[in-house]
Every structure is written in structure tokens, then in C-alpha cells.
């Protein structure tokens, strides 16, 4: 009886954890199913098709786009991606695959669930943006910048209420209005740089009804300057960003207006700002010292006078300030002063060059992070202090266009391991080094024509391997040229050795022995093998 007991127990064991695994079977398959990654719907790859044929594929990059049997599968073709449990394709992303299109097909809008649309750099010829695109309502991101389209900016683009990104500059449109853009609520990105919005005097408004917007590029877009004093009506019911992080304005026709338009949006967010080649004037407002959060700041090539204490007083994050091309006037040392204690650890770039800046070179040993700093074309005069050796991060320096005197030691680039530009040019500088001195550097630009570096030869410029540019013209060198200079430099793109002397020069290529001794200019291979990368060689009267 116990032994029937025993075996009855053992089946019901043997029954239950069969029936377990049974369940389980059937509840992994299930799981398997719901989670298996649909294929596209048979509706939306006809008109993939469709848009395939307004494509012009040079390279067959979309020869995965067919209808042989073994490539039904719309979901596996290249730059199309679909939602695994729908199948309907949400993404559409060909920038890198194709060079040139036609037209973009009607069929396009059979693709209702498209989020992610971008034919960025694709040449359509001047065909223009059907009006059809405004149908496809979900897209979240969409690029058609430098795709040569022209005609209007389809207003139907008005209908993407979630539209987060948009990029629609390096176009021919016709620009008319930006009323559609008003109804993008959802904008964080846009982009219509190099279009031309010359007759569009209200773009501030259309801006300031951007609630979300992040990164905005007008550059190159012949705005129009907002007006010198803006209606109230034009901040009523402002919904302008609390966010707004970059914004390009460059190559326009703004003059100092638009620093009142920034002082009434909220600039507080603003990390990188690009004024440059436009028509500004008079000082640096107040209203950019109070961009606290800003990084980069452009204002090259204006005609802007100078600062004022509060011009940079909270930009303690300044990393970048480039200011060429100006009408900076008085002492460079006072303007200097100027900027931001608070970002001496954080300043990277300092251009100050191609203005009327004068006296002496200050010391910047303070700004510890500078790599790069640019001054030159200036009316600076004095010695180059010896305490820039210890500016360690610097990468680049010109000071080349100005009236500066005095010797340059090895002491002035003790500490430059970083350095790879060094423009010294046009200056009454003697370099004095050792004729054993190893600089820690490695240069690819060296210009120091005028400076005195004779009689000899400098060795040390056989030290740098990587150098693409050399001028040492009019450098008072009564030696020979050695003949290491052509293997040295036979991969550089400019050589000017003017008024050079030109003893024993034919040693090293008996070629040159037949070169009009002027300016030479050669293009790549129409000389000697070692000179075959050299683009410009120029020897001047050579002595």
C-alpha cells in the first residue's frame, strides 16, 4: 500500500512539474511574439519606393531599397528605421548616402508615424519643398539644410506642433514671412543661417514666440537691424526662451539695436554668442556683462570702439573672446583690465588683433588657460615680457604687425610644450637663442620674417618636424642654407626665404640652379620629388 502511495506521489511530482514546464513554454513563445520586431507596413515601402525614384543614387548606396524577395523588409533598409511593434517607419535619415536628388515625391506623406526626417546636403536643384511635407505632423526632427531647395518655406511647416529640431539653412528660399514659424511651440532648435531674410523686419517677434528655444542661427541671413527703440508691443505677451543657449547673428546687417532687443529677452542662459561682421558701434553694452553663463563671445569685424567696467563684469565662465577687426583704441593693458577676474582660469582665446591698441604687451601670466593669443596688427611697442614663458597652455601665438623691439630669448618659451603657431613677423625683434637651444615645441607655422636671426643659419628650426609654413624673409641670415631645409620642410606649403643668401644653394638641387631668382611660385610635382607637397616657395632677391 505505501509502495502504491510512493509511486502515486511520484507521478503527481512527475505530472506537476510537467504541466510547470509546459506553462512556461507556452508563456516564453508568447513573450517572444509580443517582442518580435514587426516588418514594414506594405503601404509605407511603396512609397519609400516612390521617394527612392525623385533620388538620384550615383553609387547604388541604396541598392538595399528593392523588391526582390529577399529585401521586402522596408525596416532593414539603409538610413530607415522603423518602431519595433508597429512597423511603421518613424525615422528617415539619408544625409550620408546621397549627394543629389530631384524632386521629394508626394508619396512622401504616406509615412503618417515619421518622427526623424533629415536629407541634410542633398542637392535638389532649386526644386522646391512640396507643400505635402506640412501632412507628416509627428516629425520631432527634421533637416533639410544645404539641399539647394528654392522657392517659398512651405507655411504648412507651421503644422509641426512637436517639432523640436529644424534646419533649414544653405537655401534659396524666397522669404516672404516667418509667420509659420509662430506656431512651433515645441522648437528647441532652428536653424536658417545663409538664407536671405533681408525683408524681414519682424523676425524679433517671430523669435520671441519661441517658448522652448535653445539654439537659434540667423547667420548670414542680411537681417535687417531691429528698430532703435522697440514698440512695447513688439515684448507683449512675450512667451520668449528662459533657455536660450546659442545664438549666431554673424554676417548680417544689425548695428548696436539689437543690444537692446537682448536686453529684454532673457540672455541669463546664453552660453555662446556671435555678433561678428555686422555694423555695431560705439562701446560693449552692459547688457553682455550680464550674461553670466557665457562662454563664447564673437564681435570680430564691427566697428566697435571699446568697453566699459561693466562690458564684462559677470562672464566668469568667458572662454573664448574675439574681438579683431575693430576700433579698439588706448592701452592694451586698460583693456585688459577690463575683463574678468573671475575668469582667469577659464579664458582660452583672446583675440585682440587688427585694431589701434597701443603700449606695451601686458602681462597675462594671470590667465592661466589662455591657448591662444592673437594681437597682432595693433600699434603695440615695447619688449615682449620674459614672464610669457610661464604661460604653459599656449598653443598659439601672433604678435606679428606691430612695433615691438627687444631680444627673445630661450626664456620666453621655457614652458611653451604646447605651442604650435608662432608669428613674430613684422617687428623689430632680435631672436638670440643658442646655437644648441632644443625648443620644447613642435610648430607647424612659423613666421618671422624681419625679425633678426643671422648671421647663421638657426639650427634649431631643424627640430621641427611638422612644419607647413615657413617665413624667416628679410631675416638678416648671411649663411649658407644648410642642406637639411628641403628634407626638413619637403612636406610644407609655404616657404618664403627672401633676401636669403643663396651661397652653395645649388648644392642640394641643381633645379633651382635655373629659377628666375624673384618670387616663385610652384604648384605640387612641377618640380623636383623634394619639393613635391610644396605649394608656394618663395626666395625673393636673393642675395
Known amino acids: 500500500m505505501q509502495g502504491h502511495r510512493r509511486c502515486l506521489k511520484l507521478f503527481l511530482a512527475f505530472a506537476l512539474l510537467l504541466l510547470q514546464n509546459v506553462k512556461g513554454g507556452e508563456v516564453g513563445s508568447s513573450d517572444k511574439d509580443a517582442n518580435a520586431t514587426r516588418t514594414c507596413i506594405e503601404?509605407?515601402?511603396?512609397?519609400?519606393?516612390?521617394?527612392?525614384?525623385?533620388?538620384?543614387?550615383?553609387?547604388?548606396?541604396?541598392?538595399?531599397?528593392?523588391?526582390?524577395?529577399?529585401?521586402?523588409?522596408?525596416?532593414r533598409w539603409i538610413g530607415v528605421s522603423c518602431n519595433n511593434q508597429t512597423g511603421h517607419v518613424i525615422q528617415l535619415d539619408l544625409e550620408d548616402y546621397l549627394s543629389k536628388g530631384k524632386m521629394i515625391s508626394p508619396k512622401l506623406i504616406e509615412?503618417?508615424?515619421?518622427?526623424?526626417?533629415?536629407?541634410?546636403?542633398?542637392?535638389?536643384?532649386?526644386?522646391?519643398?512640396?507643400?505635402?511635407?506640412?501632412?507628416?505632423t509627428n516629425l520631432r526632427y527634421l533637416d533639410l539644410s544645404s539641399c539647394n531647395f528654392g522657392g517659398q518655406i512651405p507655411s504648412q511647416i507651421g503644422n509641426f506642433t512637436q517639432l523640436q529640431y529644424l534646419h533649414l539653412g544653405g537655401n534659396q528660399f524666397n522669404v516672404e514671412n516667418l509667420n509659420w514659424l509662430t506656431s512651433l511651440s515645441s522648437l528647441t532648435d532652428l536653424d536658417l543661417s545663409h538664407v536671405n531674410l533681408s525683408n524681414i523686419f519682424d523676425w524679433p517677434e517671430a523669435v520671441n514666440?519661441?517658448?522652448?528655444?535653445?539654439?537659434?542661427?540667423?547667420?548670414?541671413?542680411?537681417?535687417?537691424?531691429?528698430?532703435?527703440?522697440?514698440?512695447?508691443?513688439?515684448?507683449s505677451n512675450i512667451n520668449s526662451s528662459t533657455s536660450l543657449t546659442h545664438l549666431n547673428l554673424r554676417d548680417n546687417h544689425l548695428t548696436s539695436s539689437i543690444f537692446?532687443?537682448?536686453?529684454?529677452?532673457?540672455?541669463?542662459?546664453?552660453?555662446?554668442?556671435?555678433?561678428?561682421?555686422?555694423?555695431?558701434?560705439?562701446?560693449?553694452?552692459?547688457?553682455?556683462?550680464?550674461?553670466?553663463?557665457?562662454?563664447?563671445?564673437?564681435l570680430s569685424h564691427n566697428q566697435i570702439e571699446g568697453g566699459n567696467p561693466n562690458s564684462f563684469a559677470r562672464l566668469c565662465s568667458l572662454q573664448f573672446l574675439e574681438i579683431p577687426g575693430n576700433r579698439l583704441s588706448g592701452q592694451l593693458s586698460k583693456f585688459v583690465q577690463l575683463l574678468p577676474t573671475c575668469a582667469q582660469n577659464s579664458l582660452e582665446t583672446l583675440d585682440l588683433s587688427h585694431n589701434d591698441l597701443a603700449g606695451s604687451l601686458t602681462n597675462l601670466t594671470t590667465f592661466s588657460s589662455l591657448q591662444t593669443l592673437s594681437v597682432?596688427?595693433?600699434?603695440?611697442?615695447?619688449?615682449?615680457?620674459?614672464?610669457?614663458?610661464?604661460?604653459?597652455?599656449?598653443?598659439?601665438?601672433?604678435?606679428?604687425?606691430?612695433?615691438?623691439?627687444?631680444?627673445?630669448?630661450?626664456?620666453?618659451?621655457?614652458?611653451?610644450?604646447?605651442?604650435?603657431?608662432?608669428?613674430l613677423s613684422s617687428n623689430s625683434l632680435v631672436l638670440n637663442f643658442p646655437s644648441d637651444w632644443v625648443p620644447p615645441f613642435q610648430l607647424d607655422t612659423i613666421f618671422l620674417s624681419s625679425c633678426k636671426m643671422g648671421p647663421h643659419f638657426p639650427k634649431w628650426l631643424q627640430t621641427q618636424n611638422d612644419c607647413l609654413a615657413l617665413d624667416i624673409s628679410d631675416a638678416e641670415i648671411s649663411d649658407i642654407l644648410p642642406s637639411w631645409l628641403w628634407s626638413m620642410f619637403c612636406n610644407s606649403i609655404f616657404i618664403n626665404l627672401s633676401n636669403t643668401n643663396q651661397r652653395n644653394f645649388c648644392k642640394f638641387d641643381s633645379e633651382f640652379c635655373n629659377l628666375p631668382r624673384s618670387i616663385f611660385e610652384f604648384e605640387p610635382n612641377t618640380r623636383s620629388n623634394s619639393l613635391n607637397s610644396i605649394t608656394s616657395l618663395i626666395f625673393g632677391s636673393l642675395q
Open 43 to 75: 503601404r509605407e515601402r511603396q512609397a519609400l519606393l516612390a521617394f527612392k525614384r525623385g533620388l538620384v543614387d550615383e553609387y547604388n548606396s541604396l541598392s538595399s531599397w528593392s523588391s526582390e524577395s529577399h529585401k521586402q523588409d522596408c525596416c
Open 111 to 136: 509615412l503618417q508615424h515619421l518622427q526623424h526626417l533629415n536629407l541634410g546636403e542633398i542637392d535638389f536643384n532649386g526644386s522646391q519643398i512640396p507643400d505635402s511635407v506640412g501632412s507628416l
Open 209 to 235: 514666440k519661441l517658448p522652448k528655444l535653445r539654439y537659434l542661427d540667423l547667420g548670414d541671413c542680411s537681417l535687417p537691424p531691429p528698430p532703435p527703440r522697440i514698440p512695447s508691443t513688439t515684448f
Open 260 to 298: 537692446l532687443w537682448l536686453s529684454n529677452y532673457t540672455t541669463a542662459s546664453l552660453v555662446d554668442l556671435n555678433l561678428s561682421e555686422n555694423n555695431l558701434t560705439g562701446l560693449i553694452p552692459d547688457v553682455i556683462g550680464n550674461m553670466s553663463s557665457l562662454a563664447n563671445l564673437g
Open 376 to 423: 597682432n596688427n595693433n600699434q603695440l611697442t615695447g619688449r615682449i615680457p620674459e614672464s610669457i614663458g610661464q604661460m604653459s597652455q599656449l598653443e598659439h601665438i601672433d604678435f606679428g604687425m606691430n612695433s615691438l623691439e627687444g631680444v627673445v630669448s630661450e626664456t620666453h618659451f621655457s614652458h611653451f610644450h604646447k605651442l604650435s603657431y608662432l608669428d
